[in-house]
């Protein structure tokens, strides 16, 4: 299975593009005002302009209002939502759109109910829990993924190209998400770092095939 590859936090043209060579398969545009790597609707349009068939532009929100969230299908047709903050089930099925949901990791916390809760999403981002709303580049315990999760899982919470492979062993993810393992500044990518990362990813999908057992 080749793991899934998204580039979040993105504000720049040519950062877009950094991450459509490398081979990312979705780019994150983070909606949301009080994060450094905010954009507005309308720059998130212009970003996504750019992105070529295939590759997803994922629009994160953060208790966001409806309406917020409607101009934001409106204006980004092929859009994946990608909720993040206390949004309840019923609030991210209700666009009729396709989403994924942000799940903070902590131990205690029981993401096989949480993803019971949410069966029409997407998949489930797996997030370190820190104060405020995103994973704030850190790294959760991978251990508290229990087996049989009824989803498809993002792994995400401060990822990077040397911890990466770890974590795809460790969690078997069907993507990763990485932000501030591929900045030179906070909403700076740096094209290297998104070139190695996504070579790191791929060259992990091999080795975790080649130790596959066979039929």
């Known amino acids: 299975m080749r793991t899934r590859i998204k580039i979040c936090g993105l504000t720049r043209e040519v950062d877009v593009d950094a991450a459509v060579a490398a081979g990312a398969d979705a780019i994150g545009l983070v909606l949301y005002a009080h994060s450094p790597r905010a954009v507005s609707l309308e720059r998130a349009a212009v970003l996504a302009r750019r992105l070529p068939a295939f590759v997803t532009p994922v629009a994160l929100f953060v208790n966001a209002t409806r309406a917020e969230v409607e101009a934001a299908c409106a204006a980004l047709p092929a859009v994946l939502l990608q909720f993040h903050g206390d949004e309840m089930p019923t609030d991210c099925a209700s666009y009729g759109r396709p989403y994924v949901r942000a799940a903070r990791m902590t131990r205690g916390f029981d993401l096989l109910d949480f993803a019971r809760q949410y069966a029409d999403a997407q998949g489930l981002v797996l997030d370190a829990h820190v104060q405020g709303y995103g994973g704030g580049g850190k790294v959760f315990d991978w251990s508290l993924v229990p087996h049989g999760v009824p989803h498809r899982l993002v792994l995400s919470g401060g990822l990077n190209a040397v911890n990466v492979t770890d974590g ?24 290297a770092a998104i070139r190695r990362f996504c070579q790191v990813v791929r060259e992990a999908d091999a080795r975790i095939a080649a130790h596959a057992p066979t039929s």
């Open 168 to 191: 795809m062993v460790k969690v078997r993810p069907w993507a990763v998400d990485v932000s501030s393992g591929v900045e030179s500044a906070k909403g700076i990518k740096d094209a």
